[in-house]
Structure formats: C-alpha cells, structure tokens
Nanobody
C-alpha cells in the first residue's frame, strides 16, 4: 500500500514558478510509474507529466512541455513537479499518482492505483 501526500501549491502571478512535492509512504519500487494530473473546475482530470522510477524516463502533456519538469529523489521517496512560466490556464488542483508497474497508457488516470489528496495551484493574470 502506498500513500501519497502533495504539497507546494499556492497562489502565484502569471510568469511565476512553483514546485510541487509528492511524498510517498511505503516502498516505491523500481517498476513504479509516477504521474501528475490536474483538474480545473468544470473540466475532466488531465495528464500533466509522468516518470518511470527506475530510469527516470519522462513525458509531458503538450500544454506544459518546456515549462514543467518532473523529477524524483530516491532517498526521500519523493516526486517533484517544477512549474515555470505559469499561465492562468494552469490553475487547477494538482494530483500525484502512482502505478506499481510501467504502463504504456501512463497518460490515462485509470492506469494509476494510488492518488494523493491534491494541492491547489492558482495563477493570477
């Protein structure tokens, strides 16, 4: 069983930066895939970024490529999402998710078994 706790959300002006953290309790094995998703009011949850724990392969939604970076710290069992050049349309609740194995459908929320409670990111114009 893995529990995920996000932190680092907040209010920031457009063009600013935030770093989200996702601390995992329980062992994260090398087979795990970690993902970040977000959900804006009235919209469906959407894929933001994913990382394969063993090899740190990453992928991003087109809307955040070049602005967001997903990374991990093995020693801290923590995944990060560095968000730069934030835009008002990035405003959403951001969720961390974990899947115990690699899935080629890592961009689908249904691929993940474990979820955090979410952290609010608000970008003002």
């Amino acid at each position: 069983q893995v529990q995920l706790v996000e932190s680092g959300g907040g209010l920031v002006q457009a063009g600013g930066s935030l770093r989200l953290s996702c601390a995992a309790s329980g062992r994260i094995y090398s087979s795990y895939t970690m993902g970040w998703f977000r959900q804006a009011p009235g919209k469906e949850r959407e894929f933001v970024a994913a990382l394969r724990w063993s090899v740190s392969n990453t992928d991003y939604a087109d809307s955040v490529k070049g602005r967001f970076t997903i990374s991990r710290d093995n020693a801290k069992n923590t995944v990060y999402l560095q968000m730069n050049s934030l835009k008002p349309e990035d405003t959403a609740v951001y969720y961390c998710a974990a899947c115990p194995y690699y899935s080629s459908s890592y961009y689908l929320s249904s691929s993940y078994n474990y979820w955090g409670q979410g952290t609010q990111v608000t970008v003002s114009s």
